[in-house]
């Protein structure tokens, strides 16, 4: 076959060219625009391109700025005018570099300066989140659950219960606590995250572990979480988070005591479910005590256990009860601060055991709500109120107790009609409050009445 003119000596398209050159297609193509590199077209400016090597050859060697001919490594010489692979000069490189430097800290000023700045200061739970914000209202972080909690967990009355925002340990760093409940709360374990004031997760903790009680009846995780109380100190080291948790199928009831780290540093184990958390310094000491409150069990009794969250050691549980089977077994004794056992009036006679609906702590009073029936919605209950020395001060039924005391009084469950006083002053008769060993006043252990019991 004849050969053409060029045969031999043809570069055909910007490939060819630019692998001659020992550059890139970009460069070869600046190199024709802006250096005359002697490139070809066979028809007009967008037609296929080609070039004649010795064309190229020549070229470089009258120009400084080109690459060397191709019989070694191919690279552009003439110094101070070299060019990099991309065609750039390295004055024209520190210019882009500037370019793109200066264009990254805007964008990232205006991504600060439109962030919302601050420590957290109020959160709520939408759908699987945890949504914190800053006192202005603007959302800060958001952390994602493990799976979808229940929603009316975090209902507005009880979501200061079961978040905690703060510092643990006076570092002047923020930290943000949070129950987690389960949708499927009987098969996914229940936990508390401590997180960061940026969202961090520093630690989470699952409460419960397998126990007995004195029939052999055998409680094993899951626990549900109830709420959380943070008890500071004087010494940070002395600050501890007490968690109240419950078994899903029995009557075995834990308050966890942690420290700022989320270490567990005492297990305080009851008879019965104690759900509620307050706390207040009952003995003038500057620090306070924690209130729990729930149902004895053993007792069948509702009641309000007073405990000094560092003398809690390791597990422990009360001993003396009224129902020995119901007791939880291999622990030591517990030693709490104070107890309080409400006595059932005539409504509550036939409920299985009395429960504290509401625990909460004012300026100057403890104030409970003890329900002597099982109903969830407007139970027949009795508020309670007492002084920070747990002196009691006033009793005041709701209208559903009266109501249920008529209603048993129809169905012949009652031989008496309903007299407020007498039933007020009957219930404040057996009230009992037991101050423990590790109450440091000189006063007996002794009922609301004065007996000692």
């Known amino acids: 076959m004849p050969r053409t003119p060029h045969e031999g000596v043809e570069l055909s398209g910007w490939k ?86 200066a264009v990254a800290l805007a964008v990232v ?9 601050g420590p957290p200061a109020s959160l709520a739970v939408r759908d699987q989140n945890l949504i914190v914000r800053n006192a202005d209202g603007h959302e800060l972080w958001r952390f994602q659950f493990p799976s979808l ?55 989470e903790f699952v409460p419960g572990r397998t126990v007995l009680d ?41 308050i966890a005591f942690l420290d700022a780290s989320g270490r567990v540093r005492g297990e305080y184990w009851h ?33 309000i256990v007073v405990l000094d969250p560092l003398r809690i050691k390791e597990r422990s549980t009360p001993r003396s009860v009224f129902d020995p089977a119901l007791r939880l077994i291999n622990m030591p004794e517990a030693h709490e601060k104070a107890v309080i056992l409400f006595a059932r009036g005539c409504v509550g006679k036939s409920s299985p055991y009395l429960r504290i609906k509401a625990l909460w702590v004012t300026s100057s009073r403890i104030i409970a709500s003890v329900a002597d029936d099982y109903a969830e919605e407007n139970p027949a209950s009795i508020t309670y109120e007492f ?35 007498r039933e007020m002053a009957d219930l404040r008769k057996r009230l009992v409050i037991r101050w423990g060993d590790a109450h440091n006043s000189t006063e007996p252990r002794t009922t609301a009445s004065g007996q000692v019991r």
């Open 16 to 101: 060819d060219i630019a692998a001659h050159l020992n550059v890139s297609i970009r460069t070869a193509q600046n190199l024709e625009k802006d250096q005359g590199l002697p490139v070809r077209r066979k028809f007009g400016i967008k037609a296929p391109v080609y070039a004649l090597i010795p064309e190229i050859d020549e070229w470089i060697k009258h120009n400084q700025t080109a690459p060397d001919p191709p019989s070694g490594p191919k690279q552009l010489s003439g110094g101070p005018a070299e060019t990099s692979a991309l065609g750039l000069r390295p004055a024209q490189w520190v210019a882009a570099g500037a370019v793109l430097v």
């Open 214 to 254: 004195g029939r052999g009846f055998v409680m094993a995780p899951p626990y549900y979480v109830r709420e959380i109380s943070v008890l500071k100190a004087q010494k940070p080291e002395d600050t501890r988070i007490a968690v109240a948790s419950v078994n899903y199928a029995g009557q075995a009831g834990q």
């Open 149 to 203: 909690p229940i929603a009316d967990f975090y209902d507005r009355v009880f979501l200061e219960h079961r978040t905690w925002i703060g510092d643990l340990g006076d570092s002047g760093r923020t930290s943000v606590l949070a129950l987690f409940m389960p949708s499927d709360f009987a098969q996914k374990p229940h936990l508390l995250y401590s997180l960061s004031g940026s969202g961090q997760l520093l630690w």
């Open 109 to 117: 000023a205006f991504h600060l300066a439109g962030r919302p700045k």
């Open 387 to 421: 002084d920070h020395r747990l002196n009691l001060v006033a009793m005041t039924p709701v209208p559903q107790y009266a109501e249920a005391h008529r209603e048993m009084e129809r169905a012949h469950k009652l031989d008496h009609a309903y007299d407020e006083k």
């Open 271 to 303: 008879p019965g479910h104690l759900s509620h958390l307050a706390q207040v310094d009952i003995d003038g000491d500057g620090r306070n005590e924690l209130l729990a409150g729930g149902a004895n069990n053993a007792e069948h009794d509702a009641t």
